[in-house]
């Protein structure tokens, strides 16, 4: 009885919630949610019915995960980060002993400064680490094109390189480095006075979409051709235009969802900091959607409370807004990207732009659809499955730890060694001269010879000489990091073979190029393809760059921004020198070419021989390859060459060939003359016979008073015509024949 009193309360209860769920008053959103979703199963089929949220409980949903997402950074990932902060500042670690040595080796900084310039300058030394190829055959000169544009706005309106250092730096040290890239909207405005405006200039000055006019003045005045209206006028143009914006993002400003495996794949991506009120208000928010919130930050939860932030700005700690200015004061904001359901009956999740502010972010001030998330992260050792990895800290913790401990006991024993303990008799000492001893060559004061002796021990410190040695050979090892590497080794490097040098130094590199390699493909390939979107989708005109020594027009809105992206820099690419080397060689097969089929043959084109160069001055360190060699395809044509001069017999041959045209185009001349005049003459002897025949028609008429039949007439004046004509044809091969027989 009792179980089946338990199935019946229960199936109860089910049908009682799914039947009430119809009756529920409508709600305004609707919210699905992976961590955090409330439903109700349909018997029939197998149906979630997702339950609808107010606004209220919606905007809490959102505060949940965005703090979720910050106590998750703060609680596991930040005291680690804080911590590696301390190791490369060279920060005590607080098992120091008063009167013993207390130093610190710099092993995680040292790593960090000597990996830093060789990344550095595998991104910068090309202009094409990353570059862009086509899809279709047409899309190659837009390819280029894309290239050159993306690498131009981050080496420009960007500030890349130090934006790249500071981001590289956070890989190697803090596990993750973070780029942000946005289109910041700049436009133009410009104030102009206007005067002695008529009617027409003035309605053209209005027709124009970019003029606003402020002030207006009118005044009537008489002119010779009559009364005429003149406007003064002040007008404001704005001209819309916008520019890439790229940040480093500080690391304890990124916040994740927990189950996060990497950055696309996370539910909530967020940029968490501090604003000021200006900064809010330049955004489009009123100042009453946020007043409440000023001033809210420096407390448990919130950004500055962090023990990441704390140990980058310790001095900000305990401090208020009291003193600032009211535009100035500050308060907590999140920009996050979160994928939910919003108002979707077909349940799938959908990328959502959130702004919040608040210490616990509860006060939603945008809910928006949004395309991508601009942020984008790297890491130099990925840990598989997860969105962050290791850093020279994780890998250099123990070593730093061990080594400082080593050279601590090493310099006290030499402190002991180079100043040693004193022994004296008790009362027969002056304690006052024995304690002041610190001066050399100080007198202490004794009763009797031999009350006071030094406690000489000798220096042990040479046993750990072998241990730091041991130490660093694990440092290199496991960063790739190595003395002979760097060249600070000379010894290593000439007692070895060249092959043994070779490969030392290869083996350095290829750890360098796997870092620089992975940093390419999470970071660099996403943010070019993400940059390339905005330009493509925000930029409001034509633009005109300088590129490789000319203007040219850029207008990235009709081009395909799906471009693909490949990577041109890291492992896989080969060794610089081995390239060089290559390059260096086929730059002389094709010069070989050149000299035994010469410029133009089916084997090389100057075109290839150009792109060869380009390459070694690549490789050499120099970016702007057109200001040492010019591109073919830039150079216009050339006009055709002048003709040689021709030799004697030539010459000969021309003035003979001049003589003979001469003397043709003169009896051609004669000839045309007379055919002409035969022509003229057949002409007057037709209109005269012609003539004669009227006549004779006309005097008929007239003397016999009656119409006369001409037929007849006018058939014998054909007839002559004819005659004259087949005459004249005659005369003109006569003349023809005499005038080729006279040329020859």
Not at 63 to 70: K, L, N, T
Not at 184 to 190: A, G, W
Not at 703 to 719: C, F, I, N, R
Request: proline share 5%; charged share 25%.
């Amino acid at each position: 009885l009792d179980i089946n009193y338990c199935v019946i309360i229960t199936l109860s209860t089910i049908i009682l919630i799914y039947f009430s769920f119809f009756f529920l008053p409508p709600r305004k959103s609707t919210v699905f949610n992976a961590s955090q979703i409330k439903f109700f199963f349909d018997f029939s089929s197998p149906t979630l019915f997702f339950m609808e949220y107010t606004e209220e409980e919606l905007n809490s949903l959102i505060s949940g995960q965005i703090q979720d997402a910050a106590d998750y950074i703060d609680e596991f990932i930040s005291p680690e980060r804080a911590n590696a902060l301390r190791f490369y500042q060279g920060e005590e670690f607080g098992n120091e002993q008063q009167g013993r040595s207390q130093v610190v080796t710099r092993d995680v900084r040292d790593a960090v400064q000597s990996v830093l310039p060789g990344l550095l300058k595998i991104f910068h030394s090309s202009n094409k680490s990353v570059e862009f190829i086509p899809r279709q055959a047409n899309e190659i000169e837009m390819a280029e094109q894309a290239t050159d544009y993306v690498n131009y706005i981050l080496q420009t309106d960007g500030g890349f390189f130090m934006k790249l250092h500071s981001c590289l730096k956070d890989v190697l040290l803090m596990r993750n480095g973070f780029l942000k890239a946005t289109w910041k909207d700049s436009p133009k405005i410009e104030h102009f006075r206007y005067e002695n405006l008529d009617d027409q200039q003035l309605a053209a000055l209005t027709a124009k979409g970019d003029i606003e006019i402020l002030e207006v003045e009118t005044r009537n005045v008489v002119t010779p051709e009559g009364d005429m209206s003149l406007t003064d006028c002040t007008v404001r143009r704005k001209e819309e235009d916008g520019r890439i914006s790229l940040e480093c993002l500080p690391p304890e400003e990124v916040i994740l969802s927990r189950n996060a495996k990497s950055l696309e794949a996370a539910t909530l991506v967020g940029h968490r900091r501090l604003i000021t009120v200006g900064e809010m208000l330049s955004m489009g928010f009123e100042l009453e959607d946020f007043e409440g919130e000023i001033g809210s930050h420096g407390e448990d939860g919130a950004i500055d409370f962090s023990q990441e932030y704390l140990a980058r700005k310790p001095e900000v700690q305990g401090t208020s807004d009291t003193l600032k200015e009211e535009s100035q004061k500050l308060l907590p904001m999140c920009e996050a990207w979160i994928k939910m359901n919003y108002s979707d009956p077909d349940g799938l999740p959908e990328l959502r732009h959130i702004i919040a502010v608040g210490n616990d972010y509860n006060k939603v001030l945008l809910n928006e659809p949004a395309v991508r998330c601009p942020i984008f992260s790297a890491s130099a050792d990925p840990t598989p499955h997860d969105w962050t990895g290791l850093s020279f800290y994780d890998l250099l913790k123990d070593v730093q730890e061990t080594k400082s401990s080593i050279m601590r006991s090493l310099l006290d024993s030499l402190a002991l060694s180079v100043h040693p303990r004193i022994a004296f008799v008790e009362g027969q000492v002056n304690l006052d001269d024995l304690l002041d001893s610190d001066a050399v060559g100080a007198l202490i004061r004794t009763r009797a010879p031999g009350s006071i002796q030094p406690l000489d021990l000798p220096f042990s410190g040479q046993a750990a000489f072998p241990v730091l040695e041991f130490y660093e050979r694990i440092k290199e090892d496991r960063t790739g990091v190595s003395r002979a590497a760097a060249g600070l080794d000379p010894e290593s490097l000439q007692s070895s073979s060249a092959s043994a040098v070779r490969g030392t130094l290869q083996k350095s590199q290829e750890k360098l190029d796997l870092i620089a390699r992975v940093v390419a493909e999470q970071l660099m390939k996403p943010l070019y393809k993400h940059i390339l979107s905005l330009v493509c989708e925000y930029q409001p005109k034509e633009r005109i760059i300088q590129l490789r020594g000319q203007l040219v027009p850029m207008d990235p809105r009709t081009w395909n921004k799906d471009l693909d992206v490949v990577v041109n820099v890291g492992l896989g690419q080969g060794d610089e020198e081995r390239k060089l080397q290559a390059l260096l060689a086929i730059k002389q097969a094709q010069e070989g070419v050149f000299q035994f089929a010469g410029v133009e043959n089916d084997l090389v084109n100057l075109k290839q021989y150009h792109s060869t160069l380009s390459r070694i001055t690549e490789l050499a360190g120099f970016k702007d390859t057109q200001s040492f060699f010019t591109d073919p395809a830039l150079v216009p044509p050339k006009p055709p060459p002048p003709p040689p001069p021709p030799s004697p017999e030539e010459m000969l041959m021309q003035a003979q060939m001049a003589e003979i045209q001469a003397r043709v185009q003169v009896e051609a001349a004669k000839l045309q003359l007379e055919e002409n005049k035969s022509q003229t003459d057949a002409a007057i002897r037709v209109a005269e016979m012609e003539n004669d025949v009227q006549l004779k028609i006309m005097d008929l008429q007239g003397k016999y008073q009656q119409d006369m039949d001409s037929s007849a007439l006018k058939g014998a004046v054909e007839a002559q015509k004819e005659i004259i004509r087949q005459q004249g044809l005659l005369e003109r091969e006569r003349m023809k024949t005499q005038s080729y027989g006279n040329s020859n």
